[in-house]
């Protein structure tokens, strides 16, 4: 990658840098009020301007942010700046605004540092916040739509693949992982019963599911009851705290049960859901390998495992239909 453009450590010191997010945060447009935590913020720098530099510095950022038609802000701040994975050198930002059209800045702070990395998209006398933009395909569908944006004039548009990064900082609850929306049919309260394959016994599971810590995991209770031969019910909780990290997208599901046991999964998706490797059901000597998958449904989802005696082949070894219950419809 070629050298990065004003990197934080080199606009620590810049009022300009400082003032060129402050500016994108508040959309072009700023009262007293809002000015107030702007000042605690450079004060807390050991920037101490004067009303009049100031709002000479606020004006020419102001100019910045409303120069032409339409222009993308990147946040350059920490946290953004040690989370972004596509090239922002001056060489890959001149290449991105001939490719898509629109001019692009890199700024200070925009804001909700949680959701970093941020870009800042302005068409027209409207702007509006994209959040979690790491990787370079994130920067791809998000430059697509703001080329799209800039050629119609409007914001107001159908935003595709980049809708999962929009993020409303003052109407919108807390933003989920992006990487996790794969996985937002598990929020909820779920119940179902069970049919085994091959032995005419069925069991009763029920699952709830939500989103913890600002949307960045979910996290699933679930009980299952099984039959056993004396007509006794045996009794399995568990529970699992689902992630994805922020760059790769790669998610991880990290299970504790009532038996003391921890496992942690690594989670596939395709087209037809989730999917990963499962501990094998019974006597471990009758299936060498397994594996679990969870399909979303119009009612809930549902959960299949599926069993290889060793000969390569996965068979069906149970199926649930899961359905969300009326009392909890929706939990997010």
């Known amino acids: 990658m070629s050298k990065r453009m004003g990197t934080p ?9 400082h003032a060129s997010g402050f500016v994108v945060k508040v959309g072009g447009s700023w009262t007293e009020l809002s000015l107030q935590p702007f000042r605690a913020f450079l004060n807390a720098r050991g920037f101490s301007p004067s009303e009049e530099d100031l709002a000479a510095l606020l004006a020419r950022a102001k100019e910045n942010f409303l120069r032409g038609d339409s222009r993308l802000f990147i946040c350059n701040a ?15 930002l001149e290449h ?7 001019p692009i800045s890199l700024t200070g702070c925009q804001g909700p540092c949680k959701q970093a990395p941020l870009l800042s998209l302005r ?3 409207r702007s509006e916040l994209f959040a979690q933009v ?3 395909a994130d920067w791809k569908i998000v430059l697509e739509f703001a080329s799209k944006a800039n050629a119609a004039g409007t914001l107001l548009m159908d935003a595709g693949d980049a809708e999962q990064f929009r993020f409303d900082p003052v109407h919108d609850e807390p933003k989920q992982s992006v990487h996790l929306n794969r996985m937002k049919f598990l929020v909820g309260h779920f119940q179902g019963e069970g049919k085994y394959t091959m032995t005419p016994y069925s069991f ?13 995991f979910i996290a ?4 299952a009851s099984y039959p056993l031969s004396d007509g006794r019910k045996d ?21 504790y049960t009532d038996a003391g046991l921890m496992r942690e999964y690594s989670i596939e998706s395709g087209q037809d859901g989730l999917q990963f490797e499962d501990a094998s059901p019974g006597h471990a000597s009758q299936w060498k390998r397994a594996r679990k998958i969870l399909s979303p449904t119009q009612e809930g989802f549902e959960e299949r495992l599926e069993v290889d005696a060793g000969n390569g082949e996965f068979v069906p070894y149970y199926s649930i239909a899961m359905r969300r219950t009326a009392k909890m419809e929706k939990l997010d």
């Open 9 to 17: 450590s080199e606009a620590l010191n810049n009022l300009e840098f």
């Open 78 to 92: 920490v946290p953004c700046h040690t989370k972004i994975r596509f090239d922002v050198s001056l060489e890959a």
């Open 96 to 102: 991105a605004r001939r490719e898509s059209g629109v």
């Open 123 to 125: 068409v027209g006398s």
């Open 134 to 136: 790491a990787s370079s």
């Open 204 to 216: 009763q599971k029920e699952v709830i599911g939500t989103l913890e810590a600002s949307g960045r």
């Open 220 to 223: 699933l209770r679930m009980g």
């Open 235 to 255: 009794v399995h909780k568990a529970l699992v705290i689902v992630g994805s990290d922020s760059l790769s997208g790669k998610i991880t599901a990290h299970a």
